[in-house]
C-alpha cells in the first residue's frame, strides 16, 4: 500500500473561554470549548473522506486546524510524509499551494471589489506560480473548465453578478487553479440551490480525477457523504465516533448516532425493518461535555457503563472501527 498523502494523529483543538472580572479575579482555572478532542484518520491519494455530524460537533474546526489556518492544541499532522504540525509561517509555504478549502458560503468567500477573472488568477501571482498575462490565460481555460462561459465576459464580472451556485464555481476554480493535492470542502454545497447541487458535486469530483487529489468533505448531510464519499468518518462533539467505508457504513451502521443520521434521510434509509434510533434535542456545549460516552444523553441504548466510561474506536469489520459500548448488530 501507498503511504497515505494526509495522516491526522490525536488531533485536538480547544478554544479558551474568556472569563468573566470576578473570575479572573478569583484565579478561577481557563475553561476550553474541546472543540475537537483527539481525532485520529488516514486518507490516501484520489481518496474522499466525508466528514459528518451535527452543527457544533467540531468538523469545521478539524477542517481548518489540519489545514493549520488555526493552530492545533495537541497531536500530529503530517502531510505527505512531513509533519506540519509546527511548521512555521515560511516553512508552511510550500504546503499552502497543495492544500486548498472551500468554504461553505460562497457569497462571503469573494472580495466584492475584484473581478472573479483576478480572483482566480490571483492564487497564481500570490505563490509566484505565473506572471500576469501567464497568470490571466490560465484563469481563462479554468473559467471554461468549471463552465462560465463565454469566459471572457465572465473574466470581467464582479461576485454581484453572479447566482450562489456561479460563485461556488468560482471558488472551486480559485482553489484548483494550484493543482491542490488535497482540499478540505466545508459544506460546499450547503448554501446553493438544491438544484444546482449535484453540477457542484460533479464539478469536485471532475477535479479529484484530473489531480487524482484527496479530499476531506464536510458536511452535516449524510446524504451528500453518500453520493460522493469513499469512507465517512461521523463526528460527535469533537470525537470520532464511527469511521469506514461508505458502503459498510451505511449498510451496516454500529453508532447509535450513525443509525439516527441515516434514518433521518428518507432518500437513504433502509427499507428493512429495523428498531428506529430517535434522538432529541441538540448537540450538547462542548464547553462541558458529557461523563463517559459523549452521545450518552441522547441515546436511548445507554446504560450505566456508557455513563462512566468512555468507548474507544474498535475494529469492528475490515476498516469499520466505531466507539460504542453497545455497538448495533
Ligand atoms: N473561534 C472559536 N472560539 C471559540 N469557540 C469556537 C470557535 N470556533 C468554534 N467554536 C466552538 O467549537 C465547537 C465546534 O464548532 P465547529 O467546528 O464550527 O462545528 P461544526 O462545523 O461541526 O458545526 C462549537 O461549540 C463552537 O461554538
Ligand atoms: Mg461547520
Known sequence: MSEPLLKVENLKKYFPIKRSILETLRKAPVRYVKAVDGISFEIKRGEVLALIGESGCGKTTAGRTILRLIEPTDGRIIFDGVDI??????????????????????????????????????????????????????????????????????????PHHLSGGQRQRVVIARAMILKPEFVVADEAVSMIDV????????????????????????????????????????????????IGPTGEVLKNPAHPYTMALIQAVPSIARKKKEKKIEITGEVPNAANPPSGCRFHPRCPLATEECKSKEPELIEISHEHFVACHHPLR
Open 85 to 158: 504540525t509546527k511548521l512555521s509561517r515560511e516553512e508552511l509555504r510550500p504546503f499552502r499551494r497543495r492544500m486548498q478549502i472551500i468554504f461553505q458560503d460562497p457569497y462571503a468567500s469573494l472580495s466584492p471589489r475584484m473581478k472573479i477573472g483576478d480572483a482566480i488568477a490571483h492564487p497564481l501571482l500570490v505563490h509566484g506560480l505565473a506572471d500576469k498575462e501567464e497568470a490571466k490565460e490560465l484563469a481563462l481555460k479554468m473559467l471554461r473548465r468549471v463552465g462560465l462561459t463565454p469566459e471572457d465576459e465572465f473574466y470581467e464580472r464582479y
Open 195 to 242: 438544484s444546482m447541487r449535484a453540477a457542484i458535486l460533479d464539478l469536485l469530483e471532475s477535479f479529484r480525477k484530473e489531480y487524482n487529489m484527496s479530499q476531506l468533505f464536510i458536511t452535516h448531510d449524510i446524504a451528500v457523504g453518500k453520493l460522493i464519499a469513499d469512507r465517512i468518518a461521523v463526528m460527535y462533539l469533537g470525537k470520532i465516533v464511527e
